[in-house]
């Protein structure tokens, strides 16, 4: 037997379920581990959104393929692109110039941008993007120019970055803020001065949030067992009893 007779009887089967007015079947050619590109990119034009979907979830599915659909009429066919492996600067380069900004959103909460991309990012229009970059960027420059934002949204997007130094979160604990100040507390670890100051900060929602939290030091939770607000000092003493 020919050994790429099986292949191309595969193939065949794939066509004609692509093919196939059933969306159950196209579905089926969509998602098959076999499936070729030229089906792919034949099902990439399918008029149902969910076909579609499935074929930017094909983790065989080209960049060619996942440019074309940075511009789909569905949602969440575009929303599905940031995160595929095979989402290469290409791709992300038609991302950053597409007008959805959920979808730039979701690229700048990709784990590794290439600098170029996250550069562009920091001056994108949508303030949910540079904050979503704030929280997720790995470099240095692009992490210490948004924490140091005038808009406060991407400044408590920064807060909420582990890779912040010492000296950010030292800046960011004294942040004008409360939304950021409160952000730094829940997301990322804080120096024994830090959280000191945040046990006695001006906003009772900072001071709760400390108070509540699982991490808090119980010497920080006694302080806050003292607060002048019952419901802050309520939390802190039913956390104190916890531990």
């Not at 159950?24 to 098959?32: F, M």
């Not at 440019?67 to 791709?91: F, G, K, M």
């Amino acid at each position: 037997m020919d050994p790429g007779s099986g292949d191309r009887a595969n193939t065949e089967m794939l066509w004609k379920l692509a093919r196939d007015k059933r969306m159950k079947s196209r579905l089926t050619a969509a998602q098959s581990p076999e499936v070729s590109r030229d089906i792919l990119e034949f099902l990439a034009a399918d008029e149902a959104p969910a076909v579609r979907r499935v074929v930017v979830a094909n983790p065989h599915c080209s960049p060619d393929i996942l440019r074309e659909l940075v511009n789909d009429p569905h949602a969440s066919v575009r929303w599905a692109i940031p995160p595929h492996p095979h989402a290469d600067i290409s791709v992300r380069r038609a991302i950053i110039a597409s007008r959805d900004g959920t979808l730039r959103r979701l690229l700048a909460e990709s784990a590794e941008l290439e600098p170029e991309i996250a550069h562009v990012l920091m001056d994108d229009d949508s303030r949910e993007v540079k904050a979503s970059l704030a929280a997720h960027t790995t470099l240095p420059d692009v992490l210490t120019a948004l924490a140091a934002h005038t808009d406060p949204k991407i400044r408590a997007g920064a807060a909420r970055n582990p890779r912040t130094t010492p000296e950010q979160r030292h800046a960011l604990a004294r942040d004008p803020a409360a939304l950021v100040r409160a952000n730094l507390l829940k997301f990322v670890e804080l120096a024994e001065d830090d959280l000191r100051l945040l046990a006695n900060d001006r906003s009772i929602n900072v001071r709760w949030w400390l108070a509540t939290w699982p991490t808090t030091p119980v010497g920080i939770l006694e302080i806050l067992a003292q607060d002048s607000h019952p419901e802050v000092a309520d939390q802190a003493a039913a956390a104190l009893a916890r531990r």
